[in-house]
């Protein structure tokens, strides 16, 4: 069964795993700036990162950024990237669960978009 949950810096390793089968031959960054990329992303106002698991193993993720807006009656928007799921594991309702959980976070934040 697929959960979905916020990312933890223990899952970095699996999502630079899953990023390597989202842009193939795409530069990583070095596991230093990578872990230091990943606190500054927990900590920023707004998005979110989330990991789909199947038994507790990482098969996939989404990256969703809320942004404040001054037009649509000042409803934000969100903004969904970075998604993938494994290829051992595509099919499985991973990227469902996955988009749900951003549609969760955007409906909850007055999102008038995603």
């Known amino acids: ?34 872990a230091a990329r990943m606190r500054e992303m927990r900590a920023w106002p707004g998005l979110t990162l989330f990991v789909a698991t199947v038994d507790r193993g990482v098969v996939g993720t989404v990256t969703l950024v809320v942004v404040p807006n001054l037009t649509h009656g000042g409803r934000s928007w969100a903004q969904v990237e970075n998604m993938v799921v494994d290829e051992r594991h595509r099919g499985t309702g991973a990227g469902g669960a996955l988009l749900d959980a951003c549609r969760s976070v955007a409906s909850e934040a007055g999102c008038y978009k995603m």
Not at 7 to 18: F, I, Y
């Open 1 to 34: 069964m697929v959960q979905v949950r916020i990312a933890e810096e223990r899952d970095l390793a699996d999502l630079l795993s899953l990023y390597a089968q989202l842009s193939p031959g795409g530069e990583l960054p070095a596991s230093d700036l990578a």
